[in-house]
């Protein structure tokens, strides 16, 4: 069955320290993924997406995420992280053998230290 | 502007009631599901609709309803079969069958059983 791995629950970077929150997941063909952020209390936002093409992808409030194939890891970075970025993180990938059935991770937050 | 509304914010149950939660998209989205949002358990999926008027059952469907008699419109009902209602719920739509496209979220519904 297909899954998607989280191993963070929790993670602590002080502001303008690097990120990176960690994405593993199973699947039998090239799949889709997603990174998500919620903040506290409301839905999610969709931060960036992989298809296919280029493994390095790029989206908003300058995070990236690098599909790495042999690892089966969808790794999500930014070089520099702001106190606005506190919120938890969520990795999801389409599953077809369900058709269009969404799977998500169990999420990561991500506390900013001053 | 175009999105997912969800209504009401907030909800309180009393033991042994029936409670639907209001999902609607302007999108124009064939695909909707529903999830439901536990603190540290990320998002489990609850029942998701492909197309009018069919839906499937996801991880945990149990004491839990729906309809889909308009594309716009997937109403959840929390019925008194389940026993642990109190949580938060969110409503997504996707373009639909094609896949590798990206879930939209409605800003949350959070029951309370009282």
């Known amino acids: 069955a297909q899954s998607v791995t989280q191993p963070d629950i929790h993670i602590t970077v002080s502001e303008g320290a690097s990120l990176e929150l960690r994405c593993n997941y199973s699947y039998g063909a090239t799949p889709y993924l997603f990174w998500y952020v919620q903040s506290p209390g409301q839905g999610l936002q969709l931060l960036l997406k992989?298809?296919?093409?280029?493994?390095l992808v790029q989206g908003i409030k300058g995070f990236e995420a690098e599909f790495k194939r042999s690892q089966s890891s969808f790794n999500l970075r930014k070089p520099s992280v702001h106190w606005s970025d506190a919120a938890e993180y969520f990795c999801a990938v389409v599953s077809y053998s369900s058709a269009s059935k969404i799977i998500f991770g169990s999420g990561t937050r991500l506390s900013i230290r001053p | 502007d175009g999105g997912i509304t969800q209504s009401p914010k907030y909800l309180f149950r009393k033991e042994g009631q029936n409670v639907t939660l209001s999902c609607e998209q302007n999108?124009?989205?064939?695909?909707m599901y529903w999830y439901r949002q536990d603190p540290g358990q990320g998002l489990r999926l609850i029942y998701y609709s492909q197309i009018v008027n069919d839906f499937q059952k996801g991880d945990i469907a149990e004491g839990y309803s729906v309809s889909r008699e308009k594309k716009e419109s997937f109403p959840l009902t929390v019925t008194s079969a389940q026993k642990n209602p109190t949580a938060f719920y969110l409503c997504a739509s996707s373009i639909g069958v094609q896949g590798g496209t990206e879930a939209f979220f409605g800003q949350g519904t959070r029951l309370t059983v009282v």
């Open positions: 999108l124009n989205h064939d695909a």
């Open positions: 992989y298809f296919s093409g280029d493994t």
